[in-house]
């Protein structure tokens, strides 16, 4: 089964600990992305990768980071010093021959602090 | 800087009006544009790209460059367009991808 792969499905972890959320893919991507989901700020782009052992800061990295060791897989660590972790996850891929290409998601990992 | 903007969070039309779905973006060079889809229960994914010129599900959208806007428009609603509708943005050079905040479409019978 192809595809984009997020685990897990919901995480919970406690005030002051990081955490990991894992993001494979099987479609020989070049390309990867990781965004947050808030009710009514739409997808925030929290970091990219374009190749393997290169990657960006998006639009929200403080607080976060990420390892692109492998071509399919692209981890996300939330650190403590992130003010507020709860939210959904989301990550992407999309081939990186072409700026035109889709992106395919995977479903989501909703971290949850307590 | 990219920039994706929509304006409107929810939008709410009878079955069989006209829907458009505003997006307004600001970029310096040429961006490749995209809507992409989230229906209930499934991933976000692509419904079209300016470049392709298409029509997916009754949907249709025109770059205009001179306003830097790309609104996506469908001619007579249908029940099954309710969804989570996001405008996205990327500019030559740079892989980076990026989205508006989202329009909530609801299609009333």
């Known amino acids: 089964d192809g595809g984009i792969t997020q685990s897990p499905k919901y995480l919970f972890r406690k005030e002051g600990q990081n955490v990991t959320l894992s993001c494979e893919q099987n479609l020989n991507h070049d390309a990867m992305y990781w965004y947050r989901q808030d009710p009514g700020q739409g997808l925030r782009l929290i970091y990219y990768?374009?190749?393997?052992?290169?990657?960006q800061k998006g639009d929200i990295a403080e607080g976060y980071s990420v390892s692109r060791e492998k071509k399919e897989s692209f981890p996300l660590t939330v650190t403590s010093a992130q003010k507020n972790p709860t939210a959904f996850y989301l990550c992407a891929s999309r081939p990186g021959d072409n700026l035109n290409t889709e992106a395919f998601f995977g479903q989501g990992t909703r971290l949850t602090v307590v | 800087a990219q920039r994706v903007t929509q304006p409107e969070k929810l939008l709410s039309v009878f079955k069989g009006a006209p829907v458009e779905l505003k997006c307004n973006y600001s970029y310096s060079g040429s961006p490749e544009l995209f809507w992409y889809v989230q229906y209930s229960r499934q991933r976000l994914q692509l419904l079209l790209r300016h470049i392709s010129r298409e029509s997916i599900k009754g949907f249709t959208a025109d770059l205009n460059k001179g306003e830097t806007s790309f609104h996506l428009k469908k001619p007579f609603a249908q029940e099954e367009d309710s969804a989570m509708y996001y405008c996205?943005?990327?500019?030559?050079?740079?892989?980076?991808?990026?989205f508006g905040q989202g329009t909530r479409l609801t299609i009333n019978p």
């Open positions: 996205a943005l990327t500019a030559w050079g740079a892989q980076k991808l990026v």
């Open positions: 990768s374009q190749i393997v052992n290169d990657f």
